[in-house]
């Protein structure tokens, strides 16, 4: 099993205390096994992706709002949809929704390359620089929709989604290695997603059904028009 990298150690004193208990939460609690997942969300320090005023709470068992109406997942939910990507130090990753960037720092430590979409340019901004203030060099963040894919450097092993659209967007579909993972939360409403794994095959892709959820709407081509209808 690979370690945290040492990259990260520097911040890694910080919150040490409440950072470990999000672990052991992550295990004990929510049945998280992959240790490799448990591994890279220890080194990667979340107090550093949310609004300073928030820093005390960014290891609760919550999601927390972040700049420009958008949040930074829960602990569980970034633990669990990088556990369903299966990823190893070869996967090269989209990721659509990167918002304070604190999946794609999680995802740089597992895989070979991250790139992150949001589409909203001054989160953009902020998440690329943070990345980059912690010495991780294997995560891109750029601005533009997501629900396009990134064709120019696909296909992808994983595709993840961390903004809830009415369907699985064609694009990324298309953009899916075979064998290639892509989890995104799918659902009429807010209310009403669920968290959609799908796998593509040599004869077509699979779709799993891993439980209700609730994210901010994916606004685009192939998500929602506006906010008012997520
Ligand atoms: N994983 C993020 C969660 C961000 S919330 C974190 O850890 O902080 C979801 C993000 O998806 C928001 O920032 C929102 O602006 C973004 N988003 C919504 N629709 C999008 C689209 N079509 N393309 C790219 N980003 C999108």
Not at 113 to 124: H, P, S, T, W
Not at 161 to 187: S, T, Y
Not at 192 to 209: C, F, H, N, P, S
């Amino acid at each position: 099993m690979s370690s945290a990298p040492l990259q990260l150690s520097k911040t890694s004193s910080e919150y040490r205390i409440p950072r470990e208990r999000m672990i052991e939460r992550l295990r004990g609690h929510y049945g998280i096994r992959d240790t490799r997942v448990l591994d890279a969300m220890r080194a990667v320090p979340r107090h550093r992706f949310v609004p300073e005023a928030l820093q005390g709470r960014a290891y609760g068992d919550h999601a927390l709002p972040i700049a420009a109406n958008q949040t930074i997942s829960q602990p569980f939910i970034v633990a669990c949809m990088t556990e369903l990507l299966e990823l190893d130090d070869r996967s090269r990753v989209l990721e659509i929704g990167a918002g304070s960037g604190y999946q794609t720092a999680v995802l740089a430590q597992l895989a070979a390359q991250v790139y992150a979409i949001e589409r909203i340019g001054d989160l953009a901004r902020e998440a690329q620089a943070r990345i980059r203030q912690l010495g991780i060099y294997n995560a891109t963040v750029k601005c533009f929709d997501g629900t396009l894919g990134w064709s120019a450097h696909s296909p992808y092993d994983a595709i993840l989604v961390a903004a809830g659209g009415p369907e699985v967007p064609e694009p990324l579909l298309a953009q899916l290695k075979i064998d290639g993972r892509l989890v995104i939360p799918v659902g009429d409403t807010r209310e009403a997603q669920r968290l959609v794994r799908v796998i593509r095959t040599d004869k077509g892709y699979t779709r799993e059904d891993h439980g209700a959820c609730a994210f901010v709407p994916l606004i685009g081509h192939y998500g929602w028009k506006s906010k008012a209808e997520g």
